[in-house]
């Protein structure tokens, strides 16, 4: 099947009677494989990398090169859906020349397909320089997991008439400055509709009901590995935590009962009689 590009993405509005886009995380060569084999039209590197895979509290911490790094195993996976690579924190806010950057240096390495940050009007120079550039852009407004202390948690966003003004005001200022997508996270399920009916670039929706013109979900969340606490919006398609402990589980007894590894889990024995008695 032939790769998905930006251009392919841009078109996607679900009001011209397109289908939504489905976009999932990913941040290794395995899970890149499976959902691609699924169909996915979008893989975001997301720096929630951090959280899933780091085990960190926020995404705040996450580099530059961590995201690199697991674009370089999701590119191997050569998926037919498009990458998109999320700029991390301060790889990009201090300026646009900082953005164009560190955007330039994923793009350089052949890791990404586009790039993903975070923020409206502020950072409209900055989505602007890169896609002058030659780097698509993807928007990222609502919630913004890398100003967590400025939100004081992660909480709902874009409630109340003036909120809901701003936050699309900064929607337009992305799609005015060259965005190709835009993705919506954690906003009233109206707010986001509105806003997705005002661009005529696609929103990608996270946590903001199902008026919008494609959805994310964080593969671990979509599949149910993660433990505990996951957000309102993530509802689990499967439930691999339990069937991962349980597997895992049977090993460890199947190993200390001496019933792991049996002969079909073994090479041919030299002397076929004697391979069961070794004393
Ligand atoms: O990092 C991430 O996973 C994201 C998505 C939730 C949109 O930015
Ligand atoms: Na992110």
Redesign the pocket.
Known sequence: ARKITVPDLRGRKVARGEAAIAMV?AYDYTMALLVDEAGVDAI?V???LGMVVQGLPN?IPVTLEEIAYHGRAIQRAQPRAHVVG?LPFMSYQVSPAQAVESGGRLMKEGLFESV?LEGGQEFADHVYRLVRSGIPVMG?VGLL?QTVHAMGGFKVQGRGSEAEQRLLADARALEQAGAFAI?L?AIPPDVAARVTNALSIPTIG?GAGPICDGQ?L?CTDLLGLTGGKSPKFAKRFADLGPAVVKAVSDYVSEVRDGSFPSAQHSYKPNRAAESSVIE
């Open positions: 995380t975001l997301g720096d929630s995404t999320d993903k990222h997991p993705v996270e996270i994310v964080v």
